[in-house]
């Protein structure tokens, strides 16, 4: 029953620090996500994934960069951390096909500080 | 552009109340809508719906779709605090990726 993974779960980093949050889905869907939600906002889609090697900016794209080098891995990497990103980022995966394609699974939640 | 509204925002009742939930949208190509819980973790899914008038239902939950004039509402009868949470909606139109609501923030008092 794993579903969506990610991790890690906490972490607090410092101004400039980089980090990888990673992500990995055993339900052999195509699309992957990476949402990032503020206190009280909804839910932002930093980048999105429809199969392995193809990814596409969201809305708030920018300071962070994915990956896709697998059906099962969407790990988001965050370099020079900003106090603007200070927020719970969710990764999520959906078929991409099929009645169920847009029904989204969402993984545990990475609450990040930046001090 | 796309968008999605849901209201009220926020909303108090009391155990045992009925309460209706909004959700408004302007999508291209609209494919499905999709409606959400989230207590103080992860969006856990409820309903997908696809065609107007068909109403979807799980246990005190329930959901329809009006394609016509492009809303869809969440019933929750007989309230209990455990339904405590956001209530999000989201449409999936054209593009690949889902569009979501602000969300409604929902309390339950004893």
């Known amino acids: 029953n794993a579903g969506v993974t990610q991790t890690p779960k906490f972490r607090i980093l410092k101004i400039g620090q980089s980090m990888t949050l990673q992500c990995t889905q055993d339900?052999?869907?195509?699309?992957m996500y990476w949402y990032r939600q503020d206190p009280g906002m909804g839910l932002k889609l930093i980048y999105y994934?429809?199969?392995?090697?193809?990814?596409d900016k969201g809305e708030v794209p920018n300071g962070y960069n994915v990956s896709r080098s697998t059906t099962e891995d969407f790990p988001l990497r965050l370099e020079l951390a900003a106090p603007s990103q200070t927020s719970v980022y969710f990764c999520?995966?959906?078929?991409?096909?099929?009645?169920?394609?847009?029904?989204?699974?969402f993984g545990e939640g990475s609450w990040l500080t930046v001090v | 552009e796309d968008k999605v509204v849901q209201s009220p925002l926020s909303l108090v009742v009391h155990e045992g109340d009925t309460v209706t939930l909004n959700c408004s949208y302007e999508?291209?190509?609209?494919?499905?809508l999709l409606w959400y819980k989230q207590e103080k973790k992860a969006p856990t899914f409820l309903f997908m719906l696809?065609?107007s008038g068909i109403e979807k239902k799980s246990g005190r939950l329930s959901s329809i779709l009006d394609k016509k004039e492009l809303f869809s509402i969440l019933n929750i009868t007989a309230t209990q605090t455990g339904d405590s949470a956001v209530y999000l909606c989201?449409?999936?139109?054209?593009?690949?990726?889902?569009?979501w609501g602000l969300g409604t923030s929902l309390a339950v008092n004893p």
């Open positions: 999520a995966s959906s078929p991409g096909q099929g009645v169920n394609l847009h029904t989204i699974y």
């Open positions: 994934s429809v199969g392995a090697g193809i990814t």
């Open positions: 989201a449409n999936a139109g054209n593009n690949r990726k889902l569009i």
């Open positions: 999508v291209t190509n609209f494919r499905s």
């Open positions: 339900m052999n869907h195509n699309y």
């Open positions: 696809t065609s």
